[in-house]
């Protein structure tokens, strides 16, 4: 099993602010997906990134592929609460077959 | 289109008992993930089924098994409940379950072992 590492793990910020969330991997992915999951629910996908060094935007989120496809990042630009929530990063590898890795998740709370 | 459906939503089981969760896919969907959540170990893959095969399995003991039936519906069992098997257990599924496949996720199992 491959090990991805997300950091960090909590993070409490204001409305407004920005941040960014990491995911990282000795292993090359042969793609990565993001998912939120809030309470009570399982986790929801919100982007596929397959080329190293792609770019995809979603509203006020930005998911970045690092170029040698072993990291990944996320970022909110203007929290809101509603963005707050369990952010996971889940890795496919070339060995892995169909099976995805999760991360542990990054916490995020938003308060107004 | 309903979404992934997974009975029951709560179970309360004892050391040494067995439990049996169950899943239905979305409509279509012929594969079925299984995941172990706990706030230590994050989601953990315990295995994933195609029309009725296993195609891979995780690092879990064999006291966790699984079927998938032609209807595409799938079920874990867990036997000889420990403690340390208190978690959310996930269903995902996904039509033809390649790798970059968006997987949808139920709203999962929590089991409690006491």
């Known amino acids: 099993t491959q090990l991805l590492e997300q950091s960090p793990q909590f993070l409490s910020i204001q409305e407004g602010e920005n941040l960014t969330v990491y995911c990282n991997s000795s292993?090359?992915?042969?793609?990565l997906q993001w998912y939120r999951q809030e309470p009570g629910e399982g986790p929801v996908l919100l982007v596929t990134v397959v080329t190293g060094g792609e770019v995809k935007k979603l509203k006020r989120l930005t998911f970045q592929f690092g170029d040698a496809r072993k990291d990944s990042s996320l970022h909110i630009t203007a929290a809101q609460p509603g963005d707050t929530g369990l952010y996971l990063c889940?890795?496919?590898?070339?060995?892995?077959?169909?099976?995805?890795?999760f991360g542990k998740g990054t916490s995020l709370l938003v308060t107004p | 289109k309903a979404g992934v459906t997974q009975t029951p939503r709560y179970l309360i089981k004892t050391r040494g008992q067995q439990v049996t969760l169950s899943c239905s896919p979305i409509s279509g969907h012929r594969s079925v993930s299984w995941y172990q959540q706990t706030p230590g170990q994050g989601l953990q893959f315990l295995f994933e089924?195609?029309?009725?095969?296993?195609?891979n399995k995780g690092n879990f003991p064999g006291r966790f098994s699984g079927r998938q039936f032609s209807n595409s519906r799938s079920e874990m069992n867990v036997s000889t409940l420990e403690l340390g098997d208190s978690a959310l257990y996930l269903c995902?599924?996904?039509?033809?379950?390649?790798?970059?496949?968006?997987?949808?996720f139920g709203s999962g199992t929590q089991l409690s072992v006491l």
């Open positions: 292993s090359v992915f042969s793609s």
């Open positions: 995902a599924s996904s039509p033809g379950g390649t790798s970059n496949e968006k997987l949808f």
């Open positions: 889940a890795g496919a590898f070339r060995n892995s077959g169909y099976a995805l890795n």
């Open positions: 089924y195609f029309s009725e095969t296993q195609r």
